[in-house]
């Protein structure tokens, strides 16, 4: 294997003045799922469209299997694509819905019924084959798209948030669905999303996006524990980020004065750092300890409780130092049976410096 | 409160009062189309059938008619296949000057139809085609169009604004996907569109009757009947033509609302 | 989904290209041709392109294009009164009094006209209104009349009525039903009375919608000649009817373009003027 599966080759994209995609460089790699992941308007589906050919790319190549497919008519592509809205076409019933794709191949009637029946039987659909999609369940729908696409057995799938229309239990059954379907079969899945949940829960790789940039790449839990920067620490887990100046360095610690207090912060080897430079780090919520009574210790920051968010075992307080700075903490239930949270004034948090975590600027 | 009843019935009665004025002409030339007086007043004359015998043994009146559906039919064909193009280019293309392109095809309704016929006339005898019947088609199909442009268009506002990249990503040409899915989703609209621009054109007399010299469509005779003198025959072709209009605009409607009731379960 | 194409292909074009070729040959084209045609001569009957500027002056220095003008303007501006005035109640009605089925239903009502020859429609209102058809039969019974209809303004009025009512009542229904319910509830909240609230509040919401009615329905009363003459006597001529006697019987056609060529100034103007109020956002 030369190349990957996709590259896309310091592609840019412009809607007029507006820059969609900036020199963006992405390897796919073959039998691998793959989620494209980031808020409104970061690029993801852009970039899946291009990959689809539903848009062309204003400078840069793309490549599928080797070949340079810019020029390359959507319908010449063999990559189809599982629609947020599923674009089931409301005047063909499932089974011809699923027949299409075969259709446009030039595949026999007979040919096509087969598979496409085979298909719908193995999504657990084979007794609404023949019923028009406007008479089936929004669940039902979903996996007539998922068939749609499946059907002529393509290299490549690209699904665009097609979870988003559904409710939240099929959402996990789905999930798991898709996850197993892609193990199956072995083909590259791409998926776009805007939910960490989806994302993490299913990829094996995920790429973050932010303003039309790649802003991260990596496994689900790598991104989680390490965010690179900023954007990603911020869109990705629950975070603290604090920014300030460093004011002395000594056998790779440094000290770094934040309007919250001044905390010590390991620095990673590849960093250069110097006396004055700005520095912004990350702790995440679940590695912060709280305590009524302060602890003794570096980074310790005194807080008022704002407010709770009970999810079952976990909790997540939202707290404010005394100079405003917010900071969440995530606790187990079981944790908080010692603190009465309504009379305790004053609230410590607590972290040891190996655990924030420095961001690129 | 009492005042606010009173007023509630009283604006009920309003409305009523005004559909019995718009009615009554319609109602009226039913009701005389079969009565026997060639004046009619009140009381009424005795029931006859004797103005829908006196039209049925015209021939004038049957040739009025058959040109009238010729035309009807040609109009509804062209005007509707113009529609659905510019309906479709609006739909799928942003471009220079679009604003310009829909104004264009959108301006006819604007023009009072008197001033049409007179331009018409007047171009249709400069390039050689005064009173043919394929002049009242093309000016029928000017003043139609844009309806059939609104019907369809809107249509096509109702279709998922991924179907046809649907149709591409699974290996649809753009050729073939007009064909395969986007034609198939207006076909009410279409059907809708080809009723109704006929029932106008088979209605529409000024323009006719400037443009059509001896080819009169139904319209037109009642025109000249009607500018003759009194003659209760108008009234029962007016009613056969309004039968055939309504006939038409309900196949319409019901085309309409049968698929938004299967789209909205969709 | 619209996009801008890089380039064009056959495929755009195909479907770009019909409403353009074939709205420059048979609506533009005709159009230009009457204004051309202002500046033809007739010469024995027969009528040569010319650029002179004779019918212009020969019609716009006649006293009696001038009357026909006004009259016209003049009936067609008291259409346009009348209409919105007689229509408001009924659209009130049916936009706050009545259920939002029965009021589909009124609409639904209203449509079926547009598809009645408006010609026979006329033709009736000539027969009940004639001095001895059934109104005046009717009045006679209660020893009023018989009056005079027919051959006149009232006559005239009658005709624009049937014409332009269904349409000016749509309008207005559809404009007033959309005006956001709760500013009206609002506004008696605040102790504005139930006439004042007419007035001061809905009037200004539907304003657009009002306005577009009533330029419709000038448009319309502008235009036709079936009203004033089958109902209103034809004389004096408004300009439609000016346009026929000109074509029909004198075969002047460059006269009647120069009539034409007026009328479309003006109604291009009163559409421009009453669309800039409509859209007109107060400071």
């Known amino acids: 294997m030369s190349e990957p599966l996709v590259v896309f080759d310091n592609v840019v994209k412009r809607f007029g003045d507006f820059t969609a995609v900036h020199k963006m460089h992405l390897d796919i790699h073959e039998g691998e799922f793959l989620a494209l992941m980031g808020p409104s308007g970061c690029g993801k589906t852009t970039t899946l469209r291009m990959l689809a050919g539903l848009e062309q790319p204003s400078e840069g190549e793309i490549r599928l299997a080797g070949q340079v497919m810019n020029d390359v008519k959507p319908h010449e592509r063999d990559t189809p694509l599982v629609w947020q809205s599923l674009a089931l076409f409301p005047f063909l019933n499932a089974r011809e819905n699923v027949e299409f794709g075969l259709k446009m191949r030039g595949a026999d009637a007979a040919t096509r019924k087969s598979k496409a029946l085979n298909w719908l039987d193995r999504l657990g659909l084979a007794d609404f084959a023949e019923r028009p999609v406007d008479q089936l369940s929004g669940g039902q729908r979903q996996r007539v798209a998922l068939a749609r696409a499946l059907v002529t057995e393509p290299q490549i799938l690209l699904l665009d948030e097609p979870l988003s229309a559904l409710d939240a239990h099929l959402v996990i059954r789905m999930q798991g669905e898709l996850t197993r379907l892609q193990r199956e079969l072995g083909i590259t899945f791409v998926y776009v999303t805007h939910s960490q949940s989806e994302a993490f829960a299913m990829a094996d790789r995920v790429v973050i996006m932010g303003d039309g940039v790649i802003a991260q790449t990596g496994a689900a839990r790598e991104i989680y524990r390490n965010p690179a920067n900023r954007f990603v620490a911020e869109f990705v887990g629950r975070n603290n980020i604090l920014a300030g100046t460093i004011s002395s360095i000594a056998r790779g610690v440094a000290k770094v004065e934040t309007p919250a207090g001044e905390f010590k912060v390991h620095l990673p080897p590849v960093r250069q750092a110097a006396d004055g430079d700005a520095l912004s780090f990350a702790i995440s919520a679940d590695l912060v300890h709280l305590t009524d009574k302060e602890p003794t210790g570096d980074n310790v920051v005194p807080c008022t409780l704002i407010s709770e968010e009970f999810v079952g075992s976990v909790i997540t307080l939202f707290l404010e130092s005394a100079d405003g700075t917010e900071f969440k903490a995530q606790v187990q239930e079981r944790e908080l049976a010692n603190i009465d949270l309504k009379d305790t004034k004053t609230l410590y948090l607590s972290w040891p410096a190996s655990s924030a975590h420095v961001l690129e600027d | ?266 | 989904m619209a996009q801008t194409p890089r380039k064009l292909d056959g495929y755009a074009l195909t479907w770009r290209l019909p409403i353009i070729v074939w709205q420059l040959l048979f609506f533009i084209g005709p159009l230009l041709f009457m204004i051309a045609m202002t500046f033809f001569l007739v010469k024995n009957y027969r009528m040569h392109e010319a650029f002179e500027m004779k019918n212009w002056f020969k019609m716009l220095s006649r006293g009696f294009f001038w009357d026909s003008y006004f009259l016209t303007l003049g009936l067609a501006t008291l259409s346009t009164i009348c209409a919105t005035v007689i229509a408001f109640p009924a659209a009130y009605a049916l936009s706050f009094k009545v259920s939002a089925n029965v009021r589909r239903w009124a609409i639904f009502l209203l449509i079926i006209p547009f598809f009645t020859s408006y010609l026979v429609r006329t033709f009736s209102w000539y027969v009940i209104l004639a001095e001895s058809g059934p109104i005046n039969a009717i009045l006679g019974y209660i020893g009023l009349g018989p009056y005079t209809m027919l051959n006149t303004k009232f006559g005239t009025m009658v005709g624009y009525m049937t014409l332009t009512l269904p349409l000016v009542v749509i309008l207005q229904t559809v404009s007033l039903a959309n005006i956001d319910k709760s500013l009206i509830e609002a506004a008696h909240n605040l102790g504005c009375g139930r006439t004042r609230t007419v007035f001061t509040v809905i009037v200004p919401l539907a304003k657009t919608g009002l306005i577009i009615a009533a330029v419709f329905c000038f448009i319309l009363s502008f235009g036709d000649f079936v009203a004033p003459y089958y109902l209103g006597g034809s004389k004096p001529p408004t300009l439609p009817i000016m346009i026929i006697d000109t074509t029909k019987s004198g075969q002047q056609w460059p006269r009647a373009a120069v009539v034409a060529v007026m009328m479309m100034v003006t109604l291009f103007t009163v559409a421009f003027a009453a669309i800039m109020a409509a859209y007109r956002k107060k400071a």
């Open chain 2, 1 to 266: 409160m009492g005042s606010d009843r009173t007023i509630k019935w009283f604006l009920r009665g309003y409305v009523l009062l005004l559909f019995c004025f718009i009615f009554l002409p319609i109602f009226a030339s039913l009701v005389f189309s079969f009565n026997s007086q060639r004046f009619p007043t009140v009381p009424l004359g005795s029931f006859t059938w004797h103005w829908y015998e006196t039209i049925w043994n015209d021939p004038d009146v049957w040739d009025a008619v058959r040109t009238s559906i010729i035309v009807s039919l040609c109009t509804s064909l062209l005007a509707t296949f113009i529609g659905f193009c510019t309906a479709y280019t609006d739909y799928r293309y942003n471009f220079r000057f679009k604003g310009g392109f829909l104004a264009l095809a959108l301006l006819p309704p604007t023009i009072p139809l008197i001033i049409m016929a007179l331009a018409m006339l007047a171009w249709f005898a400069k390039i050689g085609a005064s009173g043919q019947v394929w002049s009242i088609i093309i000016a029928h199909t000017v003043l139609t169009a844009p309806f059939a442009m609104a019907v369809i268009r809107l249509r096509l506002n109702q279709m998922d604004a991924n179907l046809e990249s649907a149709a591409w990503n699974l290996g649809a040409s753009e050729w073939t996907a007009m064909r395969e899915v986007i034609v198939p989703f207006v076909k009410p609209s279409i059907i809708s569109a080809m009723c109704l621009t006929a029932a106008v054109s088979f209605d529409e007399f000024a323009v006719a009757w400037f443009v059509s010299g001896l080819n009169k469509t139904v319209p037109v005779i009642i025109l000249e009947i009607v500018t003759g003198n009194i003659d209760p025959q108008v009234n029962a072709i007016g009613t056969f033509v309004f039968i055939t209009s309504m006939t038409l605009v309900i196949i319409a409607q019901v085309l309409i609302m049968t698929r938004e009731k299967k789209d909205a379960q969709a």
